[in-house]
């Protein structure tokens, strides 16, 4: 068997990960996977099996890597079934960045030298830096990544096999079926025939046909009724469509037009219906709901944090397992917040709909967001405010649109903040907002905005920037889940009435918009 590199070569690294599988510890499933000398198998943390004696235990970050080593997957907890590691959002190195290209399918529509070139190295080089950092060079990695979807498409679906296969992304079905047999050891048909009896939706709903049908794992606990309160207070109509317990919108992938809608059933699980153009585009599809929702964040590594400090306990007690929203395209996230700058997140909204209706592709399903292309040459004509401010958003959309300026997943953070302030009409605000919700960044705060602020003071922290900025750096590698629990936080005064002056009340969601520092 190969001797590739796992983790956690120091002794202390091992002995914390060999503690958390004998604990079967759920909460380090998806951060690393156990694989054992001696049955040739891998798993997660949480596996159910004996545990196995130490000297036979190697430890490694992904599964490409334990596949890369020569290992299978387990056919009792299935390692490929765990949530994401949230290690990705929270290093801001190449393999992370690489990890998260890989996720949107990059390697598959532009080959290992199109993830190089976006990273800013050579496939060699590329390639020699994930099988240090990870085990597992960029094919591996994408390979894993491949099978992983094809599990999930064969256990929560009823696509026919060759769908499956090129909705994972493998060029042939015989290419699928190989990579299927060699990690889990069973076929394509004996790993659909494993899937549990209660895989079915189980919220009364009925199928609609053409849709295709998966839960969406996550590590509890999750505060759904704040992020689909924060979806519902900022969607827009034909677009997407917000309730207490979902959220729908359409969308553009590569392949062409896409719908979603992610619903929160009573078993508190997360249902993920999409349609796609083109099948290739589900898996990366899955990716940016998973983005969206914040799926594969650490609730109680993060809430440990934040209760340490005694004036955030109380909000953490609140509201366990909250999340910080993403975005389903980082052009239109930068649009969405140059448009909110300043205003009411109720004023943005209608702003937004207003560009949406004018400019918005309408297809026989819904409305797709516009282009950069349509805001930059007709967003003056629908856009209202000041004239600085709209050059700022159409020339934006401009550079977004010729290339002059980009803006992926895949961004280095601290370059991507310098690339927006270079940007006119753009400042601290938006381009640390935008890497909050394009980079999924954990560790941004954002000491200018207004009901952030607020927030703060409600809790007892300072209240203005720079002293708010200054405490608020005891909570790092996690501000980002610190601003959400202020905006929830922030007392917001409804609209006045001519018979009364209201008194302040807190909402779920933050209403009070942003402003630029």
């Known amino acids: 068997m190969s001797t590739a590199p796992g983790v956690g070569t120091g002794a202390t690294d091992f002995d914390e990960r060999y503690r958390a599988i004998s604990a079967r510890d759920t909460r380090f499933d998806g951060q690393f996977v156990t694989a054992v000398r001696t ?21 490694f970050p992904t599964s490409a890597a334990a596949h890369e080593a020569g290992f299978r997957a387990c056919k009792r907890c299935l390692p490929e079934a ?26 598959e529509r532009e080959g290992v030298p199109g993830l190089a070139a976006r990273l800013g190295y050579s496939s060699r080089h590329l390639t020699r830096l994930l099988v240090a950092e990870l085990g597992a060079g960029p094919l591996a990695l994408a390979r894993a990544h491949r099978a992983h979807t094809a599990r999930m498409l064969l256990v929560g679906t009823e696509l026919p096999v060759s769908d499956v296969a090129f909705s994972a992304g493998f060029a042939s079905i015989r290419q699928c079926n190989d990579t299927i047999r060699e990690v889990f050891g069973l076929t394509p048909g004996e790993l659909r025939a494993r899937r549990r009896t209660s895989a079915g939706r189980g919220d009364g709903s009925a199928e609609v046909p053409g ?4 839960v969406l794992p996550y590590r509890a606990p999750f505060d759904a009724a704040g992020i689909f309160a924060w979806m519902a207070a900022r969607a827009l109509p034909g677009i997407e469509e917000a309730t207490p317990t979902s959220f729908a919108r359409h969308l553009r992938m590569p392949g062409g037009t896409a719908w979603f809608d992610v619903r929160h059933d009573s078993a508190e699980r997360l249902h993920l219906r999409a349609r796609v153009t083109r099948l290739g585009d589900l898996a990366p599809l899955v990716a940016t709901v998973r983005r969206i929702f914040d799926l594969d964040a650490d609730p109680l590594a993060v809430d440990e944090a934040l209760s340490v400090h005694p004036e955030l306990a109380p909000l953490v007690a609140r509201t366990r397992g909250i999340r910080v929203p993403g975005s389903a395209d980082p052009h239109e996230m930068l649009i969405r917040a140059m448009v909110g700058q300043q205003i009411t997140v109720v004023a943005a909204r209608t702003a937004l709909t207003a560009l949406a209706d004018a400019l918005g592709e309408k297809t026989a399903q819904g409305v797709l967001f516009p282009t950069m292309a349509a805001i930059a040459e007709r967003g003056a004509e629908v856009l209202r405010g000041p004239a600085a401010r709209i050059r700022a958003i159409t020339g934006a959309a401009a550079a977004l649109a010729d290339g002059s300026l980009t803006l992926t997943i895949g961004d280095d953070s601290a370059a991507q903040r310098a690339g927006l302030l270079a940007m006119p009409g753009i400042g601290p605000w938006t381009a640390d907002y935008v890497r909050m919700r394009v ?51 922030a007392p917001i005064r409804p609209a006045r009435t001519a018979s009364a002056r209201p008194a302040r009340t807190t909402s779920p969601a933050p209403m009070t918009n942003k402003e630029i520092s």
């Not at 891998?42 to 430890?59: G, I, L, M, Q, W």
């Not at 765990?82 to 290209?101: E, K, N, Y």
């Not at 849709?211 to 998966?214: E, K, S």
């Open 82 to 107: 765990a949530p994401g590691s949230s290690a990705w959002d929270l290093r801001g190195d190449t393999a992370a960045r690489a990890m998260r290209l890989i996720a949107s399918g990059v390697v």
């Open 211 to 214: 849709t295709i049908d998966l």
């Open 439 to 489: 980079l999924g960044d954990p560790d941004i705060l954002l000491p200018g905005d207004v009901a952030l602020r607020a927030g703060a003071a409600a809790s007892g922290l300072p209240g203005e920037p720079r002293p708010l900025a200054a405490w608020a750096e005891r909570v790092a590698p996690w501000r980002s889940y610190l601003s959400a629990h202020l905006w929830r936080a």
């Open 39 to 59: 049955t040739g198998i891998y798993c997660r943390p949480s596996c159910p099996a004996r545990t196995p004696k130490p000297e036979n235990v190697v430890f």
